[in-house]
């Protein structure tokens, strides 16, 4: 057979070794169907049930592989759908690949059916972004999307007319009347490693050897360097700090490690930010200004592999424009070793207290169910080498404190963009390149309404990812954030019954229990874990806990007093269970 455009995006897509496309078919992309079914032997095509969540798959595909995520639409409504998970890509920095139809270029410019110029609407998400109008554009072009993609770890795009995808790749339509050539071009890519700059690293070393109290900040871009950062840390003395994204940079058990830092981080770490008289941040461009050292209070040195997200928080003293890892290994011989090492020490006990604290929380007696608990029994049956990942909201929280990373574990979630609903495709992603490993979906039963058609997709492509649902029947992050301004909570609960998730888990023939007693989930969770194929635990969890804050801070406690005040339903259920867990903690 003549191969046709489509053919030839597939086979690009092959020899870059692309494996695997998430998305949903429509009659905006036939052709890249055709040119699909034509590789079926050498790519597999991921039919989904929502184009966000082929989106969000790629998205977690390319956040654990490192690896080009690959989605696919058809035109108009399909690629719209795509939007928010390919965003999410965007703003976490990771390699996607977005695929999306559009109408003939005979009728483009006519009110035709589903006429969205996908090209401009794509604009601001993708650093490459092209509808193809010519076959002579082939397959250069897809090189270039693809290299844009993973060098710049960012999103790329390339839309197809009709007529376009089905034409012969050969043809060459139009007569030449310039003397430029069509695009011709490998499926490779050449990426020098990013090396510190020798003056540079001397700035940074200079100013950590003066500093006292010293503290590092690491996040996502650090990933790799984890022995660099424990060594660095080590001979500085330094408490490191983690990102919510780059929780599992360091393992949550390490005696050199604080936590997280922000409104869902530790006290602990919120407390050294304020005493710290250097800060080093590795790999992060931390957004959260009012959880740093006040400006002035302490000089600042970054690395970071994007040299414009130097200095982008605080002034910065000493910026490294490098890879983490090749950084630290240059800059460790230039440090000396800390003689004083009270700073850590001290952190170091109050750590040990926080950890007390939190393990506290996960109290098996409370009846609703504690949400602490619900992620500690979790945490204590699975993998040592399990992902877990996780949507955004309350569910954020209390993986962030409760679950350990220790050994091979990881841990992702919407970081930037902080989107609901991604944790289940996630799964589902990871799950197909890891397909040896235990992945783990906590989310809310907000996120998981969204997308929960998607559970199917597990169940008929028999990939055993367990969910966890932590229902709460509320979107309960959107509730506290509402208490913490002052104002009573409003159109936040959804009505009673509560759902109940697990029948939906058996109805697709996966297994699903429902849990409402506490003493029946560890054993739930052991049996979920242990099943041979998806697995979905909705646990019902008490609706008035509070996610707290590391600290709470005076207007904190301010506006929760003044919504109250005005009329904030549900009060004495709310101060029990914030009683209870001063209780725990006091008696741990």
Not at 535 to 540: E, G, I, M, N, S
Request: negative net charge; aromatic residues 6%; contains cysteine.
């Amino acid at each position: 057979m003549t191969e046709i455009v489509g053919e030839s995006l597939a086979r690009r897509l092959v020899e870059w070794g692309v494996d695997t496309i998430f998305g949903l078919p429509g009659d905006g992309i036939n052709g890249l169907m055709e040119g699909f079914r034509r590789q079926r032997e050498k790519i597999r095509f991921i039919l989904v049930h929502h184009e966000e969540a082929a989106a969000f798959m790629a998205t977690g595909y390319a956040k654990a592989t490192g690896r080009l995520g690959v989605c696919a639409a058809t035109s108009g409504p399909g690629a719209i759908h795509l939007l928010n998970g390919l965003y999410d890509a965007k703003l976490d920095h990771v390699p996607v690949l977005a695929l999306t139809g559009m109408q003939e270029t005979s009728v483009l410019g006519t009110h035709y059916q589903q006429e969205v110029h996908l090209d401009r609407l794509y604009q601001d998400l993708a650093a490459y972004n092209l509808m193809i109008t010519n076959p002579q554009q082939m397959p250069g072009v897809v090189d270039l999307a693809i290299r844009n993609a993973l060098t710049r770890r960012t999103v790329s795009h390339l839309t197809f007319p009709n007529d376009i995808q089905v034409a012969a790749a050969a043809e060459d339509p139009y007569r030449h009347v310039g003397p430029g050539t069509p695009p011709a071009s490998m499926p490779n890519r050449s990426v020098a490693p990013l090396r510190p700059a020798e003056d540079e690293l001397a700035r940074a070393a200079d100013v950590l050897r003066q500093g006292g109290k010293i503290a590092m900040l690491v996040g996502v871009g650090a990933r790799h360097a984890r022995d660099e950062v424990l060594a660095v840390a080590e001979k500085l003395a330094s408490p490191i700090v983690k990102t919510l994204a780059g929780k599992f940079t360091v393992p949550d058990d390490h005696p050199l490690t604080t936590g997280g830092l922000g409104l869902l981080g530790t006290a602990p770490s919120e407390e050294l930010m304020e005493e710290c008289d250097t800060l080093f941040m590795i790999g992060t461009s931390f957004p959260y200004g009012k959880y740093l050292p006040a400006e002035g209070q302490a000089r600042v040195v970054q690395i970071d592999a994007d040299p414009t997200l130097l200095g982008i928080r605080r002034p910065t003293e000493a910026p490294v424009a490098a890879d983490a890892k090749l950084a630290l290994q240059a800059l460790l011989p230039m440090l000396d070793e800390a003689k004083d090492r009270s700073f850590l020490e001290k952190y170091q006990r109050k750590m040990d207290d926080w950890r007390s604290d939190m393990k506290a929380l996960q109290d098996p007696s409370r009846d609703p169910i504690a949400p602490q608990y619900l992620m500690g029994c979790v945490d204590e049956a699975a993998a040592g080498d399990a992902i877990l990942t996780c949507d955004s909201g309350t569910i954020a929280t209390w993986a962030a404190r409760h679950w350990t990373i220790r050994g091979g574990r990881e841990f992702y979630l919407s970081g930037n963009l902080a989107t609901m609903a991604p944790g289940l495709p996630y799964a589902i992603g990871i799950q197909h390149a890891y397909p040896g490993r235990q992945v783990v979906a906590f989310v809310g039963d907000g996120g998981f309404a969204m997308l929960m058609a998607d559970f199917l997709t597990a169940v008929r492509h028999g990939l055993p990812i367990k969910v966890v649902v932590n229902n709460n029947n509320s979107y309960g992050q959107i509730l506290w954030e509402q208490i913490i301004l002052g104002y009573p909570e409003y159109a936040v609960r959804h009505q009673r019954p509560e759902a109940d998730f697990a029948a939906w888990a058996r109805a697709c023939g996966a297994y699903g229990a429902k849990i409402k007693d506490p003493g029946d989930l560890p054993g739930a969770i052991r049996e979920a874990l242990a099943h041979d194929g998806p697995a979905l635990v909705d646990c019902d969890v008490d609706p008035n806990e509070p996610p707290m804050p590391g600290r709470v801070k005076y207007d904190q406690a301010k506006h929760f007093a003044e919504a109250f005040l005005r009329g904030q339903p549900h009060k004495a259920s709310t101060l029990a269970a914030v009683a209870r867990d001063k209780i725990n903690e006091l008696l741990s």
